[in-house]
């Protein structure tokens, strides 16, 4: 009677600690504290650092950091795959504190594009630190076309009108602000950007980019109009896919 009991007991514990195991084991997929996922993840996140003077940046998603170093003005980084669903995205400074975090739901087999725009030494509030999450997610373009879309990631602009090979492609984007995704045949374009309250004067002008047949591409500002140092207003292209 007495080993019958004790061995119920041996039964009783190695139950409780299974038990145990498989509800720490669950934990995770029920808390916005995310992992970088493996690289089968259909999931993926690039980083833009469109704020000139933040310097040295770091990028979590949950207690995890992206990539293993650094991010610079102007960098973009390549696409990271990460896991889907509710996620807490936060950005550090060089100095290791906290500068923002990002709240976001990602959804299986869309990538996504963080833009760190604003500046550190901002006096204003429209000029503080913050950030453009873009889902990078459109329909396939027609057969000879590719799609591009564009984002204001320039403090201090107002609105901002982008002319493709002489053809008004954007009109009137402000800080912050992303465009739809539009069509146009694929081939070589110049792209000239104009503050759309003078429309006769070119800010920044990217020329030979190549949209190709099937692809979407992300236009983008970044830097200060006025400046002419490291600082000064320009333009890139971001390849979503």
């Known amino acids: 009677m007495a080993l019958k009991k004790a061995n119920n007991l041996v039964v009783n514990s190695l139950l409780a600690i299974v038990v145990s195991v498989l509800a720490i ?4 997929s029920c808390s916005k504290t995310a992992a970088v996922a493996a690289s089968s993840s259909t999931t993926k996140l690039c980083v833009v650092d469109a704020s000139p003077d933040l310097l040295p940046m770091q990028v979590y998603i949950g207690s995890l950091q992206l990539g293993s170093k650094f991010f610079n003005y102007p960098t973009i980084t390549s696409y990271y795959p990460v896991l889907s669903g509710e996620q807490v995205i936060q950005v550090r400074n060089h100095y290791l504190s906290s500068v923002f975090y990002v709240d976001s739901t990602l959804k299986d087999n869309h990538n996504y594009t963080l833009f760190v725009t604003g500046l550190a030494s ?23 076309y590719g799609k591009i879309r564009f984002v204001n990631a ?58 190709q047949d099937g692809r979407l591409y992300t236009l983008y500002t970044r830097g200060l109009v006025g400046r002419t140092d490291s600082a000064a207003f ?6 979503n896919k």
């Open 122 to 144: 901002a006096t204003t509030h429209a000029d503080t630190l913050t950030y453009i999450l873009t889902n990078d997610y459109s329909t396939t373009p027609t057969l000879g």
């Open 25 to 28: 084991s669950m934990l995770p």
């Open 154 to 211: 320039s403090p201090r602009t107002a609105g901002l009108d982008v002319y493709a090979n002489g053809t008004q492609a954007f009109s009137n984007i402000t800080y912050k602000k992303v465009s739809p995704y539009i069509e146009v045949p694929a081939g070589i374009y110049a792209f000239k950007i104009n503050a759309t309250a003078t429309p006769g004067s070119v800010l920044t002008t990217l020329s030979s980019i190549t949209i």
């Open 234 to 239: 320009t333009a890139a292209v971001v390849s």
